[in-house]
C-alpha cells in the first residue's frame, strides 16, 4: 500500500489467511513524505516463511529546516 503522498487517509484494512513462501514482500505500508494516515489494519493468520520482508512499514519524514540553526 503505497507510495501514500499528501492528504491519503487508508483506512479499514483486512488482510485475512495470508501464507507466502520465499517472497520479497508480503505486505508493505510506504509513505512518500505525505500528511496523511493509515488507520484501523487487521492482519489476521498472516504467515511468511524465508521472505525478505514480511512486513515492511516504510516511512519517510519530511523536516522543514530551522532557520535559528544556519550552518556558520
Known amino acids: 500500500m503505497g507510495s501514500l ?3 491519503v487517509n487508508v483506512s479499514a484494512i483486512t488482510y485475512r489467511n495470508i501464507y507466502t513462501w520465499s517472497s520479497n514482500q508480503m505486505y508493505m505500508i510506504k509513505s ?3 500528511s496523511g494516515s493509515v488507520s484501523n489494519v487487521v ?3 498472516f ?3 524465508g521472505n525478505a520482508y514480511s512486513l515492511d512499514i ?4 519530511h523536516r522543514k ?3 535559528s540553526s544556519a550552518t556558520r
Open 5 to 7: 503522498g499528501a492528504d
Open 32 to 34: 512518500n513524505q505525505g
Open 43 to 45: 492482519l489476521e493468520n
Open 47 to 49: 504467515i511468511g516463511h
Open 58 to 61: 516504510d516511512q519517510v519524514h
Open 65 to 67: 529546516a530551522n532557520s
